[in-house]
């Protein structure tokens, strides 16, 4: 069998979860050795057998970024014929995807990782290109042979999303993570590169990675931090701003949690893995604040870490954080307009904040639920498990029209 995966993100370039999985998915697939497995990926060329990367065109240069977006799904499309599935990664590849499915008669499955409908904030962001991006979704998931969806809370909002989908087309395969590239790492080599970074790997210390937008809700958690006991350190992993209100917005609350207390780290730049893996091991706890979460690949990675989580009960996040067990989940009640805004923004900051406290007011019972949410990583979310779901997925459409 030959699949094309087609994806904006791929390794080396990689920004989010989506990215993420495709490149561990891909790992895994290939890993069988029965498989043709094909990426087709947006940028610039990559070294690697199988995978071939699609620039913008220069003709588009000046375009919004979804006509851009676009421009290069209509290059991809035209390689895919052939092949007995394709299977495409966010809006970004699914008009890609779309197009290789009408042009070859190939069956297209779709990886729901997000929604548009669930994201409006994008607006602000891409201006008019979110009709054309929502459009394109729209389109895709309407067509597709197979919508596989990272959680049983995405299904959920596919199918809210998208009500003429036929339910019998919508598969759940969940997230998955290598426990052997995220585990525990407190050598004198990962203590290491905690202290260059002017952290103390000893101190009890709050840990949050993500992207600066809407979706990740740093700016709940900028709030709800204030008040924790002044020897907690703050370290916030924060880049890649969608807007520059919002990146305005994080800097101004860094600024003031700043002059209130010292030990707050903002590390803006993308890191390596090993850096990532040595700031979880030395973390007290992990906090997730997002308002919007199909799955949260970054709480398994923290999991895997031995880093229990804090985190918001929204979305697939209680898949994945067991209450009690792995971590705290945190109640909200959100606004049903898509934006995921919680109905009372400061009853969420406070039920956040109290979490937390009870995260660094033990450490013990913090590295309890550490050690069990990392068994919980390495035997319900295994890469294989979703290379073999998802594969089953494939043989379900394969030889059908999409």
């Known amino acids: 069998m030959r699949v094309d995966i087609l994806s904006k993100e791929y390794p080396p370039a990689i920004y989010g979860g989506a990215g993420v999985h495709v490149a561990e998915l891909v790992r895994a697939l290939r890993s069988r050795g029965d498989l043709d497995v094909r990426v087709r990926c ?40 052939g092949a007995d599935v394709v299977h495409s990664h966010t809006w970004y590849a699914n008009f890609g995807g779309h197009l290789a499915s009408l042009l070859g008669g190939i069956p297209h499955v779709v990886t729901a990782h997000s929604l548009e ?16 991006s929502s459009f394109v979704e729209r389109t895709a998931y309407e067509s597709a042979a197979a919508v596989i969806a990272v959680s049983a809370g995405m299904r959920t909002d596919i199918l809210r999303s998208y009500p003429s989908l036929d339910p019998q087309r919508l598969h759940i395969v969940h997230n998955g993570i290598d426990s052997g590239l995220w585990a525990p790492d407190r050598s004198p080599a990962a203590r290491a590169l905690v202290a260059q970074r002017g952290i103390d790997p000893d101190a009890r210390t709050v840990v949050f990675v993500g992207r600066i937008t ?72 992990f906090a997730c604040p997002s308002v919007y979460e199909p799955l949260g690949i970054v709480n398994l990675e923290a999991m895997a870490c031995e880093l229990p989580v804090v985190a918001t009960a929204t979305g697939g996040i209680p898949e994945v954080v067991v209450d009690g067990e792995t971590g705290w989940l945190v109640p909200i009640e959100q606004v049903q307009d898509g934006t995921g805004t919680p109905v009372d923004p400061d009853a969420f900051v406070a039920d956040l904040a109290a979490a937390l406290a009870e995260a660094v ?33 494939y043989r379900s459409v394969a030889g059908s029209s999409a």
């Not at 033990?362 to 594969?391: C, K, N, Y």
Request: with cysteine.
């Open 42 to 81: 947006f940028g610039g060329p990559r070294d690697e057998a199988g995978t071939t990367a699609y620039p913008d065109l220069p003709e588009l240069v000046d375009a919004n970024g979804a006509v851009q977006t676009l421009g290069v799904d209509l290059t991809m499309a035209g390689d895919c014929v």
């Open 117 to 132: 409908p669930m994201r409006p904030w994008k607006a602000e962001q891409l201006g008019g290109g979110y009709r054309v």
């Open 214 to 285: 809407r979706q990740k809700g740093l700016p709940y958690l900028l709030r709800a931090v204030r008040d924790l006991d002044p020897d907690v350190q703050l370290v916030f992993c924060a880049g890649a701003p969608d807007t520059p209100e919002i990146k305005a917005e994080v800097e101004g609350l860094i600024d003031e949690l700043r002059v209130s207390r010292s030990g707050v780290h903002w590390i803006s730049d993308m890191l390596p893995r090993a850096e990532v893996v040595a700031l979880l091991s030395h973390g007290t706890v």
């Open 361 to 393: 007011s033990d450490p013990a019972r913090a590295r309890e639920l550490g050690t069990a949410g990392r068994t919980r990583a390495v035997e319900a979310f295994s890469w294989t498990a979703v290379a073999e779901r998802t594969l089953e997925v």
